[in-house]
Every structure is written in structure tokens, then in C-alpha cells.
């Protein structure tokens, strides 16, 4: 069975600071995607970047970044000059080629002005 | 597309109330899953559907739980009869399948709201 792990249970970062989560999982899969949730105080779940295991670049989207480490099982976000609304809990979270979703227990960030 | 609805966005009922929690999926979606989420316990995959067929229930925590697909547009857990430790926020979320022509490949969830459940 897959598991993900985020070891990060909180962390806080300054204002226009970077900051990174980190995430690893387990798989015996060879092709696979991952993806980075964000929820914000209003709980709703917005997808704020995916990678494809297959791809060797790593995923960016504006201020957010990922270091996809596949040997490692790895798969950590870098939020770039955070803003205050970054503060969310973030997941981490696999899909295998059988559409099965495993989410890890999430990081809580609190940006600090 | 207005994304995943769900309703009621709070539901506030007395122990041994029967609960019925309610989704519509993104248009074109044919899998569709229920989360709870709680501080103690954190997001937990309740049961999954494909095609309306459920495929995955072993996340349901017990008989008082139960969820149904009629159709490719509606679904709905219902809990009976309610329990203060039912108490939790409910996601549902939808994703087309993998590898059909033309859509994304990765099959992000898209989730709803949530449902704000507490039970006295």
C-alpha cells in the first residue's frame, strides 16, 4: 500500500521569506502523480501544484515550486516570498494508475507578517 | 463548470438524528469520494465511487454509515443514527478517469466546501 508522509505536523515562515514543506511517500509503482493541497481557514481544498512521475522537470506555478526527488521518494513544496495568504494547511497527496488518492496528515503554515 | 456542490454547508443535530449529506459532482466526472476530516484523526477516505458503482468502502467506519450514487450527478452519506463523535467536516471530491482522450492526465481531485457536522 502507498503511504504519504508529511513530517512537518507546523512550521512558520516570515513574510516574503521562502519556506519549504516537505513530503516522501512509499510506492512499488513506477508511474504516479503527486499533488500539493492547500486549505485555508475557509476549508476549502484548492490544488495548488501536481507532477507527473514520469517528468523530470519539476513543477512550478508562480510562487510555488516543487523538488521531486524520485529515487527518494520525495516530493517537497518551496513557497517563494510567502504572503499572508499562504497561512493554510497543506497536503500532500499521491494517485496511483488506479485512481486511488492517499493523503498525508498535513502541514499547518502560519506566515507571519 | 460551478465546481463540486455540496449541501447542507452546516448541519447542526441531536444524537440519534438520522444525517443525510448531499453532492454533485463537476459534469463529466466519473469518480466521486467522500472524506471526513477531524483535528484527531485528519482527512480519511470514507468510500469512493466509479461510474456509481461504489468501489472502495472500507473507509466507512461502521453500518451506521452508508452512501449512495443513483446517478452520475448526485450522491449522498447518510448517517443513522447520528453520534456526537460523527462530528467532523465531509469533503466530496470528483475526478475523471485516467488516461481518457483529451483530459488531463493527472486526475487531480476537485473537491467541494465540505459540510459542517455537528452532532449534540
Known amino acids: 500500500a502507498q503511504t504519504v508522509t508529511q513530517s512537518q505536523p507546523e512550521m512558520s515562515v516570515q513574510e516574503a521569506e521562502t519556506v519549504t514543506l516537505s513530503c516522501t511517500y512509499d510506492t512499488s509503482e513506477n508511474n504516479y502523480y503527486l499533488f500539493w493541497y492547500k486549505q485555508p481557514p475557509s476549508r476549502q481544498m484548492i490544488l495548488v501544484i501536481r507532477?507527473?512521475?514520469?517528468?523530470?522537470q519539476n513543477a512550478t506555478e508562480n510562487r510555488f515550486s516543487v523538488n521531486f526527488q524520485k529515487a527518494a521518494k520525495s516530493f517537497s513544496l518551496k513557497i517563494s516570498d510567502s504572503q499572508l495568504g499562504d497561512t493554510a494547511m497543506y497536503f500532500c497527496a499521491f494517485r496511483n494508475t488506479g485512481n486511488q488518492f492517499y493523503f498525508g496528515t498535513g502541514t499547518s503554515l502560519t506566515v507571519i507578517p | 463548470d460551478a465546481g463540486v456542490i455540496q449541501s447542507p454547508r452546516h448541519e447542526v443535530t441531536e444524537m440519534g438524528q438520522e444525517v443525510t449529506l448531499r453532492c454533485k459532482p463537476i459534469?463529466?466526472?466519473?469518480?466521486l469520494f467522500w472524506y471526513r476530516q477531524t483535528m484527531m484523526r485528519g482527512l480519511e477516505l470514507l468510500i469512493y465511487?466509479?461510474?456509481?458503482?461504489?468501489?472502495?468502502d472500507s473507509g466507512m467506519p461502521e453500518d451506521r454509515f452508508s452512501a449512495k450514487m443513483p446517478n452520475a450527478s448526485f450522491s449522498t452519506l447518510k448517517i443513522q443514527p447520528s453520534e456526537p463523535r460523527d462530528s467532523a467536516v465531509y469533503f466530496c471530491a470528483s475526478s475523471n478517469s485516467p488516461g481518457l482522450a483529451g483530459l488531463s492526465s493527472y486526475n487531480e481531485q476537485f473537491f467541494g466546501p465540505g459540510t459542517r457536522l455537528t452532532v449534540l
Open positions: 507532477q507527473e512521475a514520469y517528468k523530470q
Open positions: 465511487f466509479n461510474n456509481n458503482v461504489p468501489i472502495d
Open positions: 459534469s463529466g466526472h466519473d469518480y
